[in-house]
DNA sequence: GCGCGGAACGTAAACGTTTTCATGGGAGCT
DNA sequence: AGCTCCCATGAAAACGTTTACGTTCCGCGC
């Protein structure tokens, strides 16, 4: 630790200056000094002293990321794509997560200021007020599945709503005709553009007439009791497509119990590919997100951000779906790729 | 971003030392000024820059986790709990996972030298040779259940033994004799422990020679394969014990294309409580392991070590288990937490 | 032979803190 | 009143880099 670049300097007889030219390249040394300023430095088992060089370079390497506080998979997929793409890049992750309410994630926002050469934000508080209060104009920021329309920041979502309508598709496809949907909790954005993409396959198949929508809040508890009432709607349909797998898997525990068959008699389709869904009887069609993609991209804009700050902001990206197909719909299995 | 300790100092008509005294609240400053000090600070908005901080206090006030290429929620528990302990230390968390081999590792690890003051290690190419060469011994390193037993590392377990004979005992508690244990990969190193642990409950319940381990891979299908196995020996099992959910999960699936009656006819338990052991068919008996406790653990013990370098490491600390008691066993409904 | 340009390298300033040491002044004591 | 001592404050060094700017030296063209 305590090997600093002048330990280095003293041994191989140059000045620091060209100890730093050296081993960052940059020229104005002779290939013949450089080489021997590298084999001391690997000798001496020399690390230059981040802190030093951030102070003077004013890049710290490092980009923030601000989660919210997550379980499961979503979690560690995500973090996977960033860290990955942060790899490829050299750069370092500074995580933060698991923030209960706005007051602990405005601390850790602050906190994370001169840490980080960026930020990637993906929190339920992490409104246009909030962003304004708590972020310096300078640092750029990318935004995760926020659906904060801001000109300051760049943002990047899951396409709920493509993923939605397609998977609404291929059930039309399948020759399903009454296709009821399942929603969660009103607030939820995601939600929203699930409805969304639900409605607008419906109406451009001539079907918009027959949309229908229960209500859940995403537990399986809540899928069981939309079940329930889905088989006792005249006429009764013959396909269930829920919000979130979750749901549907509850869904499914409806219809075995009143002796439905499934997908004979009612399809069933999820979203979102929990690890749970091909185990469960029969394995569960499904619209699965790609998380890890979805960090990937955003870390990816992010270092654009970070290299070429004054570039406009591309078109708000949005992260493909793809859908899964299983048993739980009667169609062939498949994992089929959305653009 | 450019307002600096000089700034507040102008704007407070004091000096930069007195600004740093009021604000680290070091004392030698009068109250009155001190208060003047924090107010002009707050209208600046100023936050000090860590790089030049760290230059000289030589703290990063950040420690760095280096974890392997993980999916799932074991992952997402782990920094969940790490991530925690760590903000209410006010310490900061540098990740780095999903490096595939140990050159990988190796340069993620040396990668961290100079940015993080503490190192949180669990890899599976961590051995002996890998820290000695890639580690700084100056650094305090604690490891996450690798079962490295070093002078120089503190390390962290999970309780592997403890949690499987716990389960057996729980097992021959409920009346079972013939209990079969259905084990994973020979090199991994917490499967020997849970067989330990087996073999351990049987020998001091006076069942040492019914001991009888089966090989599976972790995988569904070893557990589907262990499992027609298990129904073909005489005299016939009437519990068995897999080493993962997932072996179990096919185990299940053994037993009831066979139309044998779990619990009544052979209790099946599993390890690991992964989320999808609540809704199998029984849900699944397992023992669970505290992965965010563990990760909680991790860092108390790596802050213990920055604070206070000298002191002897404590003995080798493990994490408690629970074992979780659903249908499958043919025991009550509880979850029986062990210390 | 002399000046000139460019390459290789060195010197020193700068980055923003913390901390040591010096300095001044006021209070308390004799 | 004068001395001492302590406390608030300021000046400046130090941390380890990078980089702008000089300096030296060599080769080349006139």
């Not at 951000?305 to 062939?332: F, K, Y």
């Amino acid at each position: 630790m305590s090997v600093t670049i002048k330990d280095v300097a003293r041994m191989a007889n140059v000045s620091v200056a060209s100890v730093s030219r050296a081993l960052n390249g940059h020229g104005g040394v002779t290939a013949e000094t450089q080489k021997r300023i590298r084999e001391v430095a690997t000798r001496l088992r020399y690390v230059p002293h981040n802190a030093a060089r951030s102070l003077i370079t004013r890049r710290t390497q490092t980009i923030g990321a601000l989660l919210p506080d997550l379980h499961g998979s979503f979690f560690s997929e995500l973090i996977r794509g960033i860290d990955l793409a942060a790899r490829a890049r050299g750069l370092y992750l500074l995580v933060s997560s698991s923030h209960g309410d706005a007051t602990e994630a405005a601390i850790a926002l602050r906190a994370m200021q001169g840490r980080v050469d960026g930020l990637l934000v993906m929190s339920p508080h992490a409104d246009e007020a909030f962003l304004d209060e708590n972020l310096p104009i300078v640092l750029p920021t990318v935004l995760i599945n926020s659906h904060v329309r801001s000109e300051r920041h760049a943002s990047l979502d899951v396409d709920d709503f493509g993923g939605a309508r397609a998977m609404t598709e291929h059930l039309l496809g399948l020759g399903r005709k009454r296709i009821v949907f399942i929603a969660g909790p009103e607030v939820n954005h995601d939600v929203q553009e699930r409805i969304r993409g639900y409605r607008d396959a419906l109406s451009t198949a001539g079907f918009g007439g027959r949309a229908a929508v229960l209500h859940g809040d995403f537990t399986e508890e809540s899928g069981y009791h939309a079940g329930k009432q889905a088989l006792a709607m005249v006429p009764r349909p013959d396909a269930i497509f829920a919000a979130n797998d979750m749901m549907a898997i509850g869904c499914l525990s409806a219809l075995a119990e009143a002796k439905v068959r499934t997908p004979e008699d009612i399809a069933v389709v999820g979203f979102d590919d929990i690890p749970m869904a091909r185990y469960v009887s029969p394995p569960l069609t499904t619209v699965r997100i790609r998380i890890a993609e979805l960090g990937e991209a955003a870390l990816e804009r992010l270092a654009a951000m970070i290299e070429a700050p004054d570039d406009a902001a591309p078109e708000p990206h949005v992260v493909s779906t793809e859908i899964v197909v299983r048993a739980s719909c009667g169609g062939s299995d498949t994992v089929r790729r959305r653009a």
